[in-house]
T-cell receptor, first 113, second 115 residues
Framework: DTEVTQTPKHLVMGMTNKKSLKCEQHMGHRAMYWYKQKAKKPPELMFVYSYEKLSINESVPSRFSPECPNSSLLNLHLHALQPEDSALYLC??????WGGGYTFGSGTRLTVV | EDKVVQSPLSLVVHEGDTVTLNCSYEVTNFRSLLWYKQEKKAPTFLFMLTSSGIEKKSGRLSSILDKKELFSILNITATQTGDSAIYLCAVIQSINTGTASKLTFGTGTRLQVTL
């Protein structure tokens, strides 16, 4: 298995909703990442997990809450989002926390209404 | 401030042309440089470059890194309409005294190949 799987592929949520994005990999990678990509912009880093511990939070608002329950799974919990949070959310993993090739999932396209 | 800059921002070529995409970087704790192709969804991996001067090739695509001048190029020969995409350059930076890393993307080059 050489893939990073993200679910759901599309999500529409209201500003008062709570939802979660899920990311899974079975490549034995020990680092996982969340990126946010707005239209016509490059991906921007949100969070880095190394060995299931949060290593980087790029000053992301608290309405985004990451969780890494085990080495294969990464969640992003969403609560009280704003319309400007609508974007493509990409999950990635790399073999080692210090680098190696990054593999990206196909993303979740989130629309906040 | 860390910077990864790509040029040109946009390019339109005819099928069969050869194109060169540029990526320059100024970052702390550089480890490697990656090239990705992005169409509608997730970026797909093309190359990872860690050492200077060693060309990597995959079919019609090739890339090289110059760590002295802090840049990389991606060449595509005999372009096809299927090469139309955004090409992203990204730099792996070591952080937290080497126990973690992050990938910082450039602005991207939008390539359109016409018949």
């Amino acid at each position: 298995d050489t893939e990073v799987t993200q679910t759901p592929k599309h999500l529409v949520m209201g500003m008062t909703n709570k939802k979660s994005l899920k990311c899974e990999q079975h490549m034995g990678h020990r680092a996982m990442y969340w990126y946010k990509q707005k239209a016509k912009k490059p991906p921007e880093l949100m969070f880095v997990y190394s060995y299931e511990k949060l290593s980087i939070n790029e000053s992301v608002p608290s309405r985004f809450s990451p969780e890494c329950p085990n080495s294969s799974l990464l969640n992003l919990h969403l609560h009280a989002l704003q319309p400007e949070d609508s974007a493509l959310y990409l999950c990635a993993s790399s073999p080692f926390p210090w680098g190696g090739g990054y593999t990206f999932g196909s993303g979740t396209r989130l629309t906040v209404v | 401030e860390d910077k990864v800059v790509q040029s040109p921002l946009s390019l339109v070529v005819h099928e069969g042309d050869t194109v060169t995409l540029n990526c320059s970087y100024e970052v702390t704790n550089f480890r490697s440089l990656l090239w990705y192709k992005q169409e509608k969804k997730a970026p797909t991996f093309l190359f990872m470059l860690t050492s200077s001067g060693i060309e990597k090739k995959s079919g019609r695509l090739s890339s090289i890194l110059d760590k002295k001048e802090l840049f990389s190029i991606l060449n595509i020969t005999a372009t096809q309409t299927g090469d139309s995409a955004i090409y992203l350059c990204a730099v792996i930076q070591s952080i937290n005294t080497g126990t973690a890393s992050k990938l910082t993307f450039g602005t991207g080059t939008r390539l359109q190949v016409t018949l």
